[in-house]
């Protein structure tokens, strides 16, 4: 089981159709489902079906503690994956999936409508201002979006020690994003990365995303009418720096009741390496892990820039809690930011509402 998109779901496919040449005896019948359950469903529902799933990193710690997923005993060295991309795969001291796919959200253009992307959060609020910028703000995007601005502020991971972060960073944070919430079109509240991608690489209305996670097939020539820039997010508020965009990407993890249990470890491992990454997996439309893949001069070429040009937000990307019952701050803190951005809140019940959730996700078993 993957995620419905050629980056998710037909890079895997043509790995597994190479590894099949190589293995005759072995065949493989991949399935795919939307993003928004690759984001929210329970992996509960899925493990006893699949032997191999692609997963959202969150989902780890509450699938291992459950023993749905087997752990990789021979696991690559961490290191060798871009930013914190493979230990958001470790939970308890052991390694449940390989980062195959990494991803973390960065700005997008349109380079012949806007040539360059604003480095700070005044520009891109004004470029909003000017109706030259979307969003994407579906309540999980909403979520991201202030993890990604608190962080930034901040300099830590967001949602540790009993809240989710100091009062001051979230007022400066919410202001930030209350902003920009204020200035896209209302559409923007039902977008997705993939959404925002499409409309930048079809029409010419826009020509600016500040917060979106990135996605190497919109800036390949000849993928849509357009092709899409992307670059690091705007410094964080204070700083001269990209730093806090929230981790995404996708890992691929083998189910604990898997018959073929040892194969499929073995076809991951191999999926992980980094001439697999940078080869088959990337020319059919992945968007590798692996760090070899963030330094090739070949892939930055095919993908106007996209891994050296989003390579400094990666590598300064927050993480989520590592936390079994991490998914509810995630699930009910969403909706509660989006409502909070669509009411023009002042945010103070979000704020404290987060805070709720992430004392309760800490006192949880």
């Not at 209302?186 to 991608?197: H, L």
């Not at 508020?237 to 470890?265: D, F, K, Y």
Request: hydrophobic share 40%; with cysteine.
């Amino acid at each position: 089981m993957t995620w419905r998109h050629d980056r998710g779901e037909r890079s895997i496919v043509e790995a597994s159709r190479e590894w099949s040449r190589e293995h005759p005896g072995v065949t493989f019948a991949w399935e795919s489902r939307s993003l928004l359950d690759f984001g929210d469903q329970p992996l509960a529902e899925l493990a006893g079906e699949y032997d191999l799933l692609v997963i959202d990193h969150p989902h780890v710690a509450e699938a291992a503690a459950q023993g749905l997923l087997a752990a990789f005993e021979a696991a690559p060295d961490p290191s060798a994956f871009v930013g914190r991309s493979q230990p958001s795969y470790v939970w308890g001291g052991a390694c449940w999936g390989l980062a195959i796919d990494a991803a973390t959200q960065v700005s997008l253009h349109r380079p012949e409508l806007l040539p360059d992307a604003p480095s700070d959060w005044e520009g891109a609020i004004a470029l909003a201002r000017e109706g030259r910028a979307i969003w994407a703000g579906k309540p999980v995007d909403a979520f991201a979006s202030l993890f990604t601005l608190v962080a930034g502020i901040s300099g830590s991971d967001p949602a540790r020690g009993g809240r989710f972060c100091d009062d001051g960073v979230f007022e400066e944070a919410w202001s930030v994003l209350r902003d920009l919430a204020d200035a896209v079109p209302e559409r923007c509240f039902d977008a997705n990365p993939i959404d925002v991608a499409e409309e930048l690489a079809t029409g010419d209305e826009f020509s600016y995303c500040p917060l979106a996670y990135g996605y190497t097939n919109y800036s390949r020539a000849g993928y849509r009418p357009h092709r899409v820039r992307y670059r690091d997010i705007p410094f964080a508020p204070g700083t001269r720096e990209p730093r806090g965009s929230m981790l995404g990407g996708a890992g691929i993890t083998v189910s604990a009741g898997s018959a073929h249990l040892a194969t499929a470890q073995e076809f991951a491992l191999w999926a992980a390496r980094p001439e697999v990454q940078t080869g088959v997996y990337f020319d059919a439309g992945g968007q590798p892990g692996h760090a070899a893949a963030w330094s090739d001069p070949r892939l930055d070429a095919l993908t106007d820039g996209f891994f050296s040009g989003t390579g400094e937000s990666m590598r300064q990307a927050s993480l989520r809690p590592g936390h079994p019952a991490y998914m509810r701050l995630q699930n009910e803190g969403s909706r509660e930011i989006w409502a909070g951005l669509r009411d023009k809140s002042d945010g103070q019940s979000v704020r404290a509402r987060l805070d709720e959730l992430t004392a309760q996700m800490e006192e949880s078993a």
